[in-house]
């Protein structure tokens, strides 16, 4: 992972949460599929049962849900083989996303982002919160790239969630729900996949599934699976001649095995443990122009001297009871889990000719890093009956994180790249955290006739966090003495939404709805200047949004659609004060937008879909100077509009069902980040240029087994999606553009039994 560096090396080194997003910001990158994914008032393709969610904690027909949801369900993901965030978050009305390494992702929700630390989309698996709720812990920038192999559906809610789920989630909640063990039937499916992309390797994938029902009351499903991802970029070195090529090259591997015990219709337990492991060579960003953001050297390359590599692991364990006892359900959810990443970055470019100069010898540096998070959580709650009065769920929540980034700066000789001896430490730094919250929050529906109801709701957070840093090292001036810091915070949330129901098929509503990141402390040097803040404020959001969803009787047409108004409120930011990186409260932004997706369903078997996003986000107030942001500025990374349609046709030949389709995604110019230094230059914030892409897909399911053949980007469109890189970062003056997947060609062959 690459990242742009505004301040002086100690400064960095020294830079508490943000010394640790040192080696360059993970690039914008969204999706090159295309896709139609379940709306609020859809069906999935080619069936007419009612979608049953999850979104306020219990389960609920989509369509009677007070807020803006989509669905993007188990058959669409196999379609699109949309594998991971690449593949389909782009799709969701309103989502961006910045990755051009896979693991390393910032996801927001409208226009609900500035950089910073903390994540503002809160990720669940099933039951379970994944990453840290802290700012102290890179959580934004690592949200879980799961993969969907054995996913039931993905849910996304967007606006803030933070009555029913807490810290960070104030743009949303992405959700994955896995498939459960079945007690009923007995199931084998296996999956091989080839693919080849333009100008780069091969790629293969494999992957299986089983269930097995031991008895009427006990199952068990486990899953596995493999992928091999080729590379499409080129290492060029120094002298810009070929060195390694197709560098960007991942491993991404894993499984699942869960368990279902369930002796009644009263009571189950569930037992589930998920590992998954992503292996990364390089990031996949590309060397630009830092004016026109033009491809240097002609190709899709960049300048690595020395080989990079980000590892990550996921493990996740959960136990889930659910104990009806007829005036309420109990549900109790105990998670565990771990996110673990190492990973080397080249800094030979930024400091390389520093080190050489100082210690009298042709050096190189990179940096090593590891980041970890452990998380435990428990939670509680207690759901009535449906209820066409009256309808409440009451819940208690508490977690605890442990949390330590490591980074070290290492010299090594070239042109030998072995490491360097003989010479001091060059650089090292520790950051290690402790987060721990209580939370005590309540949901209930009032139904004030048989049209109308009232869901409200409140949530009160209590956290305490505590943490300490240290730093040595020749390039920030020998050991420096950090004083332990902590802080405590109490926050509450509510919401507030009445829902009017037209007829059967129609309804409206509106939500009022807050949410907020955790604040923090700062960890201070000793001698630290009076005045230099020991810890930054929650920041928080309130959503004000109107909503339709809409049907026809026979399900031949479905519409939902939304607009909001969003006042954000103490952003959170990083900035220098007084040579030290910290975290700090400034500035108010807001986001007004509106989102729809449709569906026409003309015929059996043929579908069509749109969707599409109009969000204008910026700031209501300059930013601290260094972070560079002036009032009036859009939020980085969301396209001021995006949009989608897809065309899918089923139809039946005996006992074949051949099936085809086709996508067009639309993706606006957007503001690439905030960079003063380009503004200084240029008078303005950079900017990326929109793009189209096309993608295609056929098949034919014979029964026990389904083949598919689809092309990604068939126009071969070089959409960017990133950009970073101070002058002096890369060579030639060069900025890093992420940059989407060039033309994929693939195959699968999926057999069940």
């Known amino acids: 992972m690459k990242r742009s560096v505004t301040m002086s090396l100690r400064a960095a080194l020294a830079a508490s949460a943000a010394t640790f997003l040192f080696a360059a910001p993970a690039a914008a990158q969204e999706s090159s599929a295309g896709d139609a994914p379940t709306s609020d008032a859809d069906r999935y393709a080619g069936s007419d049962e009612e979608i049953i969610v999850t979104a306020q904690k219990r389960e609920q027909v989509l369509i009677e849900v007070p807020q803006s949801i989509t669905v993007v369900g188990e058959q669409t993901l196999q379609r699109q083989q949309a594998n991971d965030f690449q593949d389909y978050v782009g799709l969701v009305p309103g989502l961006s996303l910045e990755a051009t390494t896979p693991g390393v992702t910032r996801i927001s929700l409208r226009g609900i982002n500035t950089g910073g630390v903390a994540s503002t989309v809160g990720v669940y698996v099933d039951e379970t919160p994944f990453g840290s709720s802290s700012g102290l812990a890179n959580a934004a920038i690592l949200a879980g790239d799961f993969d969907t192999f054995d996913i039931a559906r993905v849910e996304v809610l967007r606006g803030p969630q933070g009555t029913l789920y807490g810290a960070s989630s104030l743009g949303g909640v992405l959700k994955f729900v896995t498939n459960a063990p079945d007690t009923k039937d007995f199931l084998v499916r296996g999956q091989i996949g080839a693919e080849t992309v333009s100008g780069g390797d091969m790629s293969y994938s494999g992957g ?74 390089s990031s996949s960003y590309v060397e630009s122009d830092r004016a026109t953001g033009a491809l240097l050297y002609g190709r899709l390359s960049q300048s690595q001297i020395i080989p990079e590599f980000n590892d990550v692991d996921y493990r996740l364990y959960n136990g889930a009871v659910d104990w009806d006892f007829g005036f309420a359900s109990l549900m109790s959810s105990t998670s565990y889990g771990i996110f673990h990443q190492e990973l080397l970055s080249d800094l030979t470019f930024q400091f390389g000719g520093l080190i050489s100069a100082v210690l009298g010898r042709p050096l190189g540096l990179f940096q090593s890093q590891v980041t970890e998070t452990k998380k435990f959580t428990q939670e509680f709650r207690l759901v009535s009956p449906e209820s066409d009065t009256f309808e409440w769920l009451l819940g208690a929540y508490y977690t ?74 020749l390039l920030v001036g020998g050991p420096s003495n950090f004083e332990d810091s902590s802080s405590s915070e109490t926050v509450f949330t509510y919401s507030v939404a009445p829902r009017f129901e037209v007829s059967e098929h129609a309804s409206l509503y509106a939500r009022v709805a807050s949410g907020y990141r955790p604040g923090g402390p700062n960890v201070l040097p000793t001698a630290a200047p009076p005045g230099t803040p020991g810890s930054y404020e929650s920041d928080r959001l309130t959503s004000f949004e109107l909503g339709a969803k809409a049907e026809t009787a026979d399900g031949r047409f479905a519409i939902d659609a939304s607009v909001y108004y969003l006042d954000w409120k103490d952003i959170q930011l990083i900035a220098q004060i007084n040579n030290v990186g910290l975290n700090i409260n400034g500035g108010t932004a807001r986001s007004v937008g509106g989102e729809v997706t449709a569906t026409v369903r003309p015929t059996a078997g043929l579908s069509i879909g749109f969707n599409a996003a109009y969000v204008d986000a910026q700031l209501t107030e300059d930013t601290n100077p260094l972070v560079g942001g002036l009032d009036g500025d859009p939020l980085p990374n969301t396209p001021e509009l995006s949009a989608n349609v897809s065309v899918d046709y089923d139809w039946r030949m005996g006992n074949v069902a051949p099936f085809v389709g086709a996508n067009l995604r639309f993706v606006g110019e957007q503001v690439a980040e905030f960079d003063p230094s380009f503004r200084e230059e240029f008078g303005r914030q950079p900017l990326l240029s929109g793009y189209e892409v096309v993608d295609l897909r056929a098949g034919v399911d014979l029964g026990r087994f ?34 989407i997947r060039p033309r994929t060609v693939g195959v699968t062959l999926t057999a069940g039994f």
């Open 706 to 739: 389904t083949v598919q053949a689809y092309v990604k980007n068939l126009t071969n469109a070089r959409g960017r999606t990133s950009r970073f890189g101070d002058p002096g970062t890369l060579p030639n003056n060069a900025v890093g553009t992420g940059i």
């Open 400 to 473: 605890n994180e442990d949390s330590a980034i490591d980074q070290d700066f290492t010299a090594f000789d070239r042109p030998a790249e072995t490491p360097a001896t003989g010479l001091p430490l060059l650089g090292a730094a520790q950051l290690v955290s402790d987060y721990e919250e209580i939370a005590a929050f309540g949901n209930a529906t009032i139904h004030l006739g048989p049209r109308f109801e009232v869901t409200f709701g409140g949530r009160v957070s209590r956290n305490e966090q505590s943490a300490t840093q240290a730093l040595d090292g």
């Open 208 to 281: 299986a599934i089983v269930n097995v029902p031991v008895s009427d009351t006990f199952a068990v499903r486990a899953s596995g699976f493999y992928r091999e991802i080729g590379g499409f970029i080129d290492s060029i070195g120094t002298e810009g001649s070929d060195v390694e090529e197709d560098i960007n090259d991942a491993k991404v591997f894993g499984g699942r095995v869960s368990a279902l015990f369930k002796p009644s219709d009263r009571l189950s337990i569930r037992l589930s443990a998920l590992a998954q492991n992503i292996e990364v060579d």
